[in-house]
């Protein structure tokens, strides 16, 4: 379990609203090849620390690292104790370290246009911190999933528009659309090799993860703090474990179909809860259904002992192909001419797959330098939105459309931009400290 965190009186912080610069026109920003391009980190934790690096490892540098941002102290200190090999490219004293929900717009205020802002809160914060990077003309890379609803989707695709306006580049963490070896995949199928493609599968059948199994709240720990610690368990911060961790191979399955399903219906279950609070199934199996019939099947297990499985796999009427095995990275993707996975392959990867956590970067990093058109915006929030719909298909056990997902008004926290940190969490525990869990059959809605 992630140690919590205890609060102190600087994480007492008020989230300010967006600045009221909507409408004004700033100028195309883009930098000179020999311009070092500032960064600035909103979120400090694994992602946020894995994505500074890489950031400024980026082949189309060179990337400095000037300023940062975290609600609690410990996260920022923690981030800066693993960065700190790259102090040659890091120029960020005490006083551009800023803890507080309205560190974000400090952090970014030391930038200039032209520059960059590394997203990687929770995601429920997502909407709310890209609006003030179009409006302070930065270019932005955001962590996935980028929405957990149908109207935080919506919202993120209409900035997405915005950006693209301003000439603004945005990068999405969905990094196996930058696999070369995938790529080369998606070529083959588009080419025909496959043939017509008819059946996708994926699995991320794991041993539990820790960040998604929540034990109840200390009394010492504030509502707010808690659940903002432990944003795997709870809905409305992450979408739970499945949109936080089943994106990559969903999104993968759709870019080798070339689309994105219409609907979705599936379950699971809480089976080994013990006396975790969370709000996440142990199990998930969802079916998706595409325009043309064909079908993907999503497979989710969180539970120890069991048979693991981390992969996706495509089927065609004229062969079949693996996309990813093992992880996402390499992917060891491979094509054979039938069903059979177990034949000698008729084509596969190389044995060295250049790191896609990097590519991602180096290809945002590149359209920055030389002002290519580049904005993965709509991509970002299409995969966010079609987990969701796998997700509340599973959790209220019925038949979720694309369309129905992205057009309903339930929206998890819609006032998360006026959130204080001493103030009430959009979810509330009952008396025995337990929050609502998914009852497929009973509520139509999630929590």
């Known amino acids: 379990m992630t ?13 300010a609203g967006a600045a009221a610069l909507a409408g004004v026109a700033l100028p195309h920003v883009h930098a000179s090849s020999e311009d070092t391009i500032n960064a600035a980190l909103i979120g400090c934790g694994g992602r946020g620390t894995g994505a500074a690096e890489h950031a400024m490892q980026a082949q189309y540098g060179p990337t400095k690292l000037v300023a940062a941002a975290d609600v609690f102290q410990v996260k920022l200190e923690t981030c800066f104790d693993h960065l700190k ?14 803890i507080g929900f309205d560190g974000y717009r400090k952090a970014m205020d030391c930038l200039k246009p032209g520059d960059i802002a590394i997203l990687a809160t929770p995601p429920a914060f997502r909407w709310v911190q890209f609006k003030y990077a179009i409006e302070k003309g930065l270019h932005v890379f955001m962590e996935k999933p980028i929405s957990v609803d149908g109207p935080t ?34 070529q083959r199928i588009k080419d025909g090799q496959l043939g017509q493609i008819t059946l996708l599968r994926c699995f991320r059948r794991k041993g539990p993860e820790a960040s998604c199994f929540s034990p109840p709240r200390p ?88 048979a693991q499985e981390f992969a996706s796999y495509c089927h065609g009427t004229n062969g079949s192909a693996v996309i990813s095995h093992s992880g996402h990275a390499p992917s060891k993707s491979r094509t054979y ?55 509340m298909a599973a959790h209220t056990g019925q038949v979720i459309t694309y369309d129905q997902m992205l057009n309903g008004d339930h929206e998890f926290a819609p006032d998360v931009d006026k959130l204080t940190l001493d103030g009430d969490a959009p979810l509330k525990a009952d008396a025995d400290g337990k929050y609502p869990v998914p009852t497929p059959g009973k509520n139509k809605r999630e929590y």
């Open 3 to 15: 140690k919590l965190l205890q609060p102190t009186r600087r994480d007492v912080l008020h989230l």
């Open 85 to 98: 090999k790259f102090e040659k490219t890091m120029d960020v004293p005490p006083e551009r370290k800023f």
């Open 153 to 186: 989707s919506k919202r993120m695709m209409q900035l997405g528009e915005e950006a693209a306006k301003k000439n603004l580049k945005v990068g999405v963490g969905l990094m196996c659309r930058h696999c070369r070896s995938r790529g080369e995949l998606f």
């Open 219 to 306: 009394a010492d720990i504030p509502e707010l703090h808690y659940q903002l610690q432990r944003f795997h368990s709870f809905l409305w911060a992450s979408g739970g474990s499945y949109s936080d961790f089943y994106i990559h191979n969903i999104d993968e399955c759709c870019w080798m179909k070339d689309a994105w399903p219409t609907e979705a219906k599936g379950g699971g279950g809480r089976h080994y809860r013990g006396n975790n609070i969370d709000q996440n199934f142990d199990s998930y199996s969802v079916e998706y259904t595409f325009a043309d019939g064909a079908k993907m099947f999503m497979e989710g297990r969180n539970i120890p002992g069991c």
């Open 337 to 391: 001419a039938t069903q059979d996975m177990k034949a000698t392959p008729t084509w596969k990867c190389p044995e060295q797959e250049p790191d896609p956590y990097q590519l991602e970067w180096d290809d945002l990093l590149e359209a920055i330098k030389k002002d290519k058109p580049y904005n993965e915006v709509m991509r970002g929030a299409q995969a966010s939105l079609v987990t969701a719909m796998g997700r």
